[in-house]
């Protein structure tokens, strides 16, 4: 894989670090967008910030790094709104912390990206040492109808976006792709367009392109830069469930297909890590909408505590509910 972020600032004081924002609506592939980059970037000092709407963090904990310390999380708040202070001196902190080449930021999917964009524009901390390279925003094509009509950040994030990729063209038709496109073009009309199967893509396309024009960010949006409070829909919400006990996965599927059959429209995003009974591994768990998936994650680690951390996130939830559903897969103690 061909280094694809410009060579290192070390010797060069006054070259800036480059900053690619991946944003899309919740479940459209952003997280394994990042460990593909990291997979062809592996020579290359590369941060990535992870931002989750969640109390718990799961995309952290299965994004791919050489270092932990490259990877910085924060939950339970949007980058942009309530912790873009927190970015700041995050961003900070990384610049003294090493010599980086790049840095990854990975918005929460209900996220609306003018106000990450300005935090980069106007706040004197970091605007001497990071330049914007691009947006690039991934749209689940299964989903994007339904997450445009649910979400106005959904119709930002499209809107706003230098780079669109339309991911999971394997579960749509040819047909549906070309009326994703127009639906993009009615939002979007400049931004450079490309399909991908899980998140796939050649890196050059995305990274390093100095493919961000305030200009034209401008004109979608002129007040971006003012400082404006992002408001959320009161009405989505997210809780995490624990257990420290195995979960049963046969009696977890059964009940998360069914919740998600009857909730599917409500219920935008669910994610999981699992002490699976009878797995040696870590338990991956995730749905989008009505579509659930699960995998192997890798070995528990020895000095590792193992727990299962579950995160949902949607319109109008009952926590009570969810929480009297995921007790009854909990494995009871002989």
């Known amino acids: 894989m061909p280094q694809v972020f410009p060579e290192s600032t070390k010797h ?28 062809g970037q592996q020579d290359r000092k590369v941060a990535v910030i992870v931002n989750e709407f969640g109390e718990i963090g799961i ?24 912790v873009r202070g927190d970015l700041v001196r995050t961003l900070e902190e990384l610049t003294q912390r090493a010599d980086l080449d790049a840095v990854l930021i990975e918005t929460t999917g209900l996220a609306d990206p003018a106000p990450v964009a300005s935090t980069f524009i106007v706040a004197d901390e970091i605007k001497s040492k990071f330049s914007l390279d691009a947006f690039v925003t991934i749209i689940d094509a ?9 979400s ?23 047909d549906d ?3 994703i496109e127009q639906k993009i073009r009615s939002f979007n009309p400049i931004a450079k367009i490309y399909h991908t199967e899980y998140s796939i893509i050649d890196l050059p396309l995305i990274l390093g392109t100095k493919a961000f024009d305030l200009a034209a960010k401008l004109e979608v949006d002129p007040l971006f830069l003012d400082d404006i409070e992002h408001e959320h829909d009161a009405a989505i919400g997210s809780f995490a469930l624990t257990s ?8 977890f599927m059964l ?13 935008y995003r669910t994610k999981g890590l699992f002490y699976a009974q009878g797995f040696p591994e870590r338990v991956l768990f ?44 909990v494995v009871a103690e002989k």
């Open 12 to 39: 060069n004081i006054k070259q800036k670090i480059p900053v690619t924002i991946v944003t899309g609506f919740l479940g459209s592939g952003k997280t394994t967008l990042i460990n593909h980059i990291l997979t």
């Open 59 to 82: 995309d952290g904990q299965i994004t791919i790094a050489d270092d932990e310390e490259q990877i910085v999380e924060f939950n339970n708040g949007c980058l942009c709104c309530t």
């Open 142 to 150: 299964r989903n994007l109808d339904r997450n445009l009509k649910d």
């Open 152 to 174: 106005h950040e959904a119709q930002e994030q499209l809107a706003f976006a230098d780079i669109i990729l339309i991911n999971k063209t394997d579960l749509v038709s040819s």
């Open 177 to 179: 792709i070309i009326q």
């Open 244 to 251: 420290e006990r195995p979960i049963d996965m046969n009696k």
């Open 255 to 267: 009940w998360m297909n069914e919740l998600a059959q009857e909730k599917g429209e409500d219920l």
């Open 286 to 329: 995730q749905s989008v909408r009505m579509l659930t998936s699960m995998s192997r994650d890798r070995l528990w680690k020895d000095d590792e505590p193992k727990l299962t951390q579950f995160v949902a996130i949607g319109r109008n939830l009952d926590r009570h509910e969810f929480t009297e559903g995921f007790t009854k897969c």
